[in-house]
């Protein structure tokens, strides 16, 4: 028996039957899942899986649990986790490493975690924990001791974390919008909440508190995080806003690229222009924030060394003793920006001296 007949009884392509068997992403778990079975039922044994599991001690296993609002199936089409992923199997081929991934659904989190450390398909661990408690990652941990966290930090777990340095990009947003004159400043934040978001909100607020500033309660708007398009939602919250008699922020910052792409898209449907009527920053520098009209100003985040730094951290020194590592912010102005006009200041070049 061939691929090609496990994927004829699977019903599915010969790709889908070879990413099941390599462990990568780019099939849902339910899709892999049933390969798997049709394979086990038919008597046939993949070579690739029979290499991943022999050649164990070359191996890291990239750990994502997903469908909590944020992280989604699909998570490898996020851009963001998209980028962070390429960067990481790009360090491991480097390395001499191989990178397998395994899918965690949270409403199974503890089943599915057993499951994963049953199979011991990898010497070492990167958890993507955008999305997880501590109490998640410290269960994660004590099944898979030799692991590295992605994208978030509990500072009183004996664990290995690489965190952004999010309350230092929040700060450059709110540092820039001050310099260049805005003080009648909105905030849109995500309606799904998680460490990061909650840094980057205290980042920006102590930015504009240390300027005498403050975002006026009706300009606080949430959204979802993770749609790229306009959303009716906001549409509705931005209408309400300004039917309330209150006048439109000169600028936004959002928790993250995708809220302000959506953004901009919501207000350009609603007459809004960016950035000659309201100006918008961003936060992650995702590929597509180069691709919009205007071009999106935003933080960086140096997705490319912090796949570098777990990968190391792993392969290194098999994650002898525990290291907490914040990865800083570059701040990146583009074409969503402009000095508000009613200051008298349109057309003059933005002040970034401030940025430390």
């Known amino acids: 028996m061939k691929m090609e007949d496990i994927a004829k009884l699977a019903n599915v392509s010969k790709a889908a039957v070879s990413l099941a068997f390599s462990g990568k992403p780019g099939i849902g778990p339910d899709t892999r899942e049933r390969i798997l079975q049709v394979a086990y039922e038919a008597g046939y044994s993949p070579r690739g899986r029979e290499v991943a599991i022999t050649k164990v001690d070359k191996s890291l296993l990239f750990l994502v649990c997903t469908n909590s609002g944020i992280i989604l199936e699909e998570y490898y089409q996020q851009p963001f986790f998209k980028e962070l992923i390429h960067f990481i199997e790009e360090r491991c081929r480097q390395k001499g490493y191989s990178l397998i991934f395994s899918t965690v659904d949270v409403e199974f989190f503890q089943r599915d975690i057993q499951v994963v450390a049953d199979e011991k398909r990898s010497v070492g661990t990167i958890v993507l924990g955008t999305n997880l408690t501590r109490e998640q990652i410290r269960d994660i941990h ?85 749609i790229l398009t306009s959303q009716d939602d906001l549409k509705r919250q931005l209408t ?109 070049k933005p002040d970034s001296s401030g940025l430390d």
Not at 195 to 210: D, I, T, V
Not at 304 to 323: I, K, P
């Open 240 to 348: 309400t806003y300004l039917e309330n008699g209150h006048s439109m922020p000169t600028a936004w910052f959002c928790e993250c690229d995708y809220i302000a792409i959506s953004a901009m898209k919501t207000m350009n449907e609603l007459g809004i222009r960016v950035p000659q009527d309201t100006s918008v920053i961003g936060f992650d520098n995702i590929n597509e924030s180069m691709v919009v009209t205007p071009e999106l100003t935003t933080i960086h985040v140096d997705k490319e060394r912090m796949a570098s730094l777990a990968v190391d951290l792993l392969t290194d020194a098999l994650s002898q003793g525990t290291s907490k590592i914040i990865v800083d912010t570059i701040f990146v102005e583009r074409n969503s920006c402009a000095a508000p006009v009613d200051r008298g200041l349109a057309g003059q």
């Open 142 to 226: 004590a099944k898979l001791p030799n692991l590295v966290v992605l994208d978030t930090c509990f500072e009183t777990l004996p664990v290995q974390f690489i965190q952004i340095n999010n309350v230092m990009g929040a700060y450059q947003a709110g540092v820039y919008l001050s310099n260049i004159g805005h003080n009648s400043i909105g905030y849109i934040a995500s309606n799904v909440r998680i460490h990061n978001f909650e840094e980057r909100k205290r980042g920006f607020m102590a930015a504009l508190s240390e300027r005498g500033l403050m975002v006026p309660e009706a300009a606080h708007l949430s959204v979802a995080p993770t």
